[in-house]
């Protein structure tokens, strides 16, 4: 559609993740028209997160170094593991403040239709972390969706033999949600997860 520089930054653009056609042309006409100096700090970041991010060799996490904050604080508990499938599952569980234990990032979930099985996860790094008797609980922090479904299972099964406490995290309807508009799968998981109010 367009001319060559413009088209190939729009072809670019257009290969991120959530980031369709229209969306790569207006971010690029935003940059053409943005000021060089913002554009060249872009550029830079860019280049920078390539050259100076890597993930943790403990747990998976982005990290700078050979590993992360959170597995070098020594205020985290060592004892419970919380099992998410990215990295950014990590920094959404961290803006809670309820959790203060260490993570395992497995790279992903289970999903044979993606070609995706536990072999292709950081399942074996996981049960290396916990061949050491440190860690006595796991909590499951995949995603509420069929695979993440699949991976929990998948693990409850692997964990549960080794006399760890292993949970999941609840699901159900969200807070200012209405009855109404809730899925059946939300629905259903609500009440399996409902709690006894006391007076």
């Known amino acids: ?8 930054l729009i072809d670019e653009l257009g290969r991120l993740p959530g980031v369709g056609p229209k969306s790569a042309q207006r971010i690029a006409f935003h940059l053409l028209s943005a000021d060089p100096a913002d554009v060249r700090r872009l550029a830079d ?24 904050r959170i597995c070098r604080d020594p205020r985290r508990s060592p004892t419970v593991i919380c099992v998410v499938e990215e990295a950014k599952d990590v920094v959404a569980i961290e803006r809670t403040r309820e959790f203060r234990g260490k993570y395992h990032v497995l790279g992903g ?13 950081r399942i074996a790094q ?3 972390r916990l061949a050491d008797g440190t860690v006595t609980e796991v909590i ?29 995290l ?9 009855l109404e508009y809730a899925d059946e799968v939300t629905l259903g998981r609500a009440f399996e997860g409902r709690r006894l109010l006391s007076a």
């Open 1 to 8: 559609m367009y001319e060559g520089a413009v088209q190939d």
């Open 45 to 68: 970041a860019l280049i920078e997160v390539k050259a100076r991010v890597r993930f943790c060799d403990t747990c998976g996490n982005v990290a700078q170094e050979e590993q992360c």
């Open 109 to 121: 979930a289970i999903n044979p239709i993606a070609g995706v099985g536990p072999d292709d996860l």
């Open 126 to 128: 996981l049960m290396r």
């Open 140 to 168: 499951l922090a995949t995603d509420p969706n069929v695979e993440g479904e699949a991976t929990s299972t998948y693990l409850a099964r692997l964990l549960l033999p080794m006399g760890l406490t292993v949970s999941r």
């Open 170 to 178: 609840a699901s159900g309807l969200p807070v200012g949600g209405d």
